[in-house]
């Protein structure tokens, strides 16, 4: 008597445990939703618009899920007859539909399960077959037992509708393909929701057999049509065209864009989301990328295969457009914005402005642009500028806003190593060595940067000096800012204003090229060693644009710079976004200050900006260096038309410049020696087209001016 109670209390703790821990096991339906991952994971514009479906899982086909009400009455009506005809009523097990299986198999008829709706989908919705796509190990009396058991408590915990839902979205239809969503749209073309009856009762009649031959497949149909309230004595002529149709048609998912296969490849590389809403304008990704296609196809003579481009607002830090790569090489799948270049001239800004906010310099400072020599880790360093010559005194706004190397690296030299080191480091690059790595190279752009990193650094100049993350998703853009300030609002005012200034930019690059927009915008390139990268970034008002282009493989390009490369990509795309918007110069801060000065090789003064206390007292700011000289006429940038009234055996051009010129100074006509350079110089019946006049000593220059001369024709 003990003995069987001992027994029977064991069983009933056993029963207890085995009931608490069943319960507890079973999920809810939200909980099946968030195990169930489609094999699709589609990216999204702003505004819901899908832009990139990618593929995850290789090992299945499953669509996003769907709601029981895009599931059409008659595939509920289709499946509940075939597979369940009690499935209203029961609760979870069907002892009825139980016994009728027994009977039929013990007759010998065709073999039976007996499984409910609810049987089926408590072997479904397990985490090993939903996460890792683990069979289901079906046969065994165990098995059965278990699947009574989970079947109940899904009935306790879930509504009918739920399982129903639940049923629709996960079941096993054919070959790769689970669920209703992902079959239809691959054998049918169609959304659930479009589904007719014939169509839903051949699924109906594949989930108990999902690989039956075509002849089997319409007699069931058939058979379970006619048991149908669809029935009312038609024929199943209808039902079986349809399954003719199913068999002739190879599945097909159909065609989706393709818009943004690196983000979303980026995005959902941390994300489980079926779904993901990004920041992203679908028009503006569209164009963006047609316009990079179109200069890639531009430079194909140049050995430039790759390029990228991302567009971000200045306000909200949102990426409005990310095109990782347009690409004519082997290697489309590398993301461009995310890979790691080396700048070039593109960190620049960062180092004047630091050294602008801490009064070590100011944009008026003189610095030499000549032969330099720098000892650094036992080697000998010698920059030199990317057209190969040295222009002498320059002040800062010139040297930064043309890019010369030299007295870059003398900023660094001026502001300090480690200094450069650590206005870097807070741009939040994630890829910086230590500075003794770099040495003065940092100026030069040693350093290796990806594009949505570096964009985000000149994002900071545009607002004022503040820095942000970037946000890719509608979840991003919910969360709150974690702004930190890089560049006192001063410091990043003045900067803008060099970036923004094209006399200063005329040394380097002259008056006609794509960094001139009819509107605001501080723009700089960048060209890294042995022409392997190309960058251009700017900002304007409201947007901040990068773009790169080079090689993937680290080949080098056909001497294309900055301003010729990535120069044109910029321009259209930042005319596209100010199609219908202005963008105007930001205010200068309190504490900046206006003054107007004049270098003493300058013929007229120009406006400059100091932070306040840094302003010089005189107005010409003296130099103890060899003072520039400046071209009187031509003046740069200037058009001259040859007078039609002259014979042209005389038409001539008298040259005339001002300022110190060492003595065996040469003047150079497009690279051509035409002798000592004196004041005036005549040149005899001068060519037609646009031309360079330099005053060169020892290989330094000392002036240069860019014109264009016309016949009268023209």
Known sequence: MQKNTKRLLSFILGSCIFVTFTWFRTPSKNDVMKMSLGSDRVLLSSTGESLQTLRTDFKKRRWAWQPLKRFPQSLQHAVILAEDQRFPYHLGFDPLGFARALLANLKGSRLQGASTITMQLSDLIQEDVLLNNHSIKKGSIS?????????????????????????????????????????????????????????????????????????????????????????????????????????????????????????????????????????????????????????????????????????????????????????????????????????????????????????????????????????????????????????????????????????????????????????LQSLQFSNLQEPDYYGVSMALGAVEVRLDELANAYRMLANGGVWSPLRFTEADSKKASTAQRILSPEAAYIIGSILSDPDARSIGFGWDNPLETPFWTAVKTGTSKDYRDNWCLGYSEHYTVGVWAGNFNAEAMNKVSGVSGVGPSWYEIMSELHRDKRSSAPAPPAHVVEKEVRHEWALHPHKEYFIQGTEPQQNVIETALQKRVQFIFPAEGSVLVKDPHIDQEHVALFIRFKGDVPSKSQLLWDGKNLGEAISPFKIPQPETGRHELVIANNGKILGKVLFTIRGAED
């Open 143 to 423: 098995h059965k037992l278990l699947q009574i058991a989970r079947a109940f408590f899904i009935e306790l915990k879930w509504s009918k509708d739920e399982i129903l839902e639940a049923y629709f979205n996960l079941i096993h239809l054919r070959g790769e393909f689970q669920g209703v969503p992902a079959f239809s749209a691959a054998y049918l073309n169609k959304d659930p929701l479009a589904l007719d009856p014939a169509e839903s009762f051949m699924i109906a009649s594949l989930i108990s057999s999902p690989n039956q031959r075509a002849d089997h497949l319409k007699n069931k149909v058939c058979a379970l049509y006619q048991r149908s309230a669809f029935h009312k004595g038609s024929s199943c002529l209808n039902i079986l065209a349809s399954v003719d149709q199913f068999f002739k048609n190879p599945p097909s998912m159909p065609a989706s864009p393709s818009l943004a296969p690196h983000l979303a490849r980026r995005l959902f590389k941390n994300s489980n989301d079926t779904f993901l809403t990004s920041t992203l304008d679908g028009d503006l990704q569209r164009k963006v990328t047609a316009i990079l296609e179109k200069n890639i196809y531009r430079l194909k003579n140049s050995n430039v295969r790759d390029t990228a481009a991302i567009v971000i607002d200045n306000h909200t830090g949102n990426v409005l457009a990310y095109v990782g790569t347009v690409s004519s090489s082997e290697n489309p799948y590398v993301d461009g914005v995310m890979s790691y270049r080396q700048a070039g001239s593109s960190l620049k800004p960062f180092i004047y402005g630091k050294a602008i906010e801490t009064k070590t310099l100011t944009a008026a400072s003189i610095l030499l642009d000549d032969p330099t020599a720098i000892s650094w880790g036992g080697d000998v360093y010698r920059p030199s500028n990317y057209d190969k010559h040295f222009y002498g005194p320059v002040a800062v706004r010139e040297a930064l806003a043309s890019s010369l190397n030299v007295p870059a690296v003398k900023a660094v030299t001026i502001l300090g190593l480690h200094e450069t080191y650590s206005t």
